[in-house]
């Protein structure tokens, strides 16, 4: 059986991101919360943290985490039916995968008020619509946003809309690489920009063109970035049409291939044993989405 106060010593140095202040928050001294993490790996046989700054968990220590994480879940239900089990009336915390552009356009919106009624703290881990789902699969989230329908095993899928993005540039960029217009074989030859090595979007939206092969791109990990370098003239780029309605009204950014969108469904993926606070923010999310998602064709 785990010693859940070892347990515990894990999540709070990982969340509050050092030994001291995890000490701070469980009202022990910086010294007793190593024991109990060396007690835990002693007692596993592997190392649960990186001892980095900040500190990290391992594999291992990932997999702690989340289980943490769904017992507290499991615990808040209990204690809403009984009351007098909830001493110290802390928040409950959710480690949550999403992509950038999400977290960039309606996500704090969609969630502001129901984190209020729920007492709730996000732990929030920005990954690619394409990839967030192995932060699933290896145990370190309990839900995540992204573009697979399938869901890993213990945990369901749920539909919530598309994201629509458009291929966009600046006046100046349009002027100087196509001065007779815009045609779709022109675009893998002029500068494109590129969220990460993961990010593939780009690539679909030429393969749908009948536009194969490699093509010139800058790369830029920051949705706000992204929108920035487009603005100035560094690139096209596949833009969010929540994040730039200004800008388009404006005519800082131009649709470079106008009614030529491309929609990227996002699913949110939830472990089943999660609670009935998982249970709740999915029910929330599904309702309010449609604000700001595009159906699916």
Known sequence: MFEYKLLS????????????RGAQVLGISQSAISQRIKLLETRIGQSVLVRATPPTPTDIGRRLLNHVQQVRLLERDLQSQVPALDEEGMPERLRIA??????????????????????????????????SLKRMRAGEVAACICAS???VAGARSLLLGAMRYRALASPAF??????????????????ALVFGPDDFLQHRYLASLGVDGGFEHHLCPSSEGF????????????????????????GALVELLPDKPIDVPLYWHHWRSGGQLLGVLTDHLAQACGQWLVPLD
């Open 174 to 191: 349009i002027t100087r690489h196509f001065p007779q217009g815009v045609r779709a074989d022109q675009l893998a030859r002029t500068p």
């Open 9 to 20: 010593a894990l999540a709070a140095v990982v969340e509050q991101a050092g030994f001291e």
């Open 98 to 131: 999403l992509n950038a552009d999400s977290l960039a356009t309606w996500w704090a919106e969609a969630v502001s008020d129901f984190c209020a009624e729920q007492h709730l703290l996000l732990d929030l881990v920005v990954e690619d619509q394409t990839v």
């Open 149 to 151: 329908e399938r869901p």
């Open 227 to 250: 929108i920035r370098l487009t603005e100035a003239g560094l690139g096209w780029g596949l833009v969010p049409e929540l994040q730039v309605r200004d800008q388009l009204e404006r």
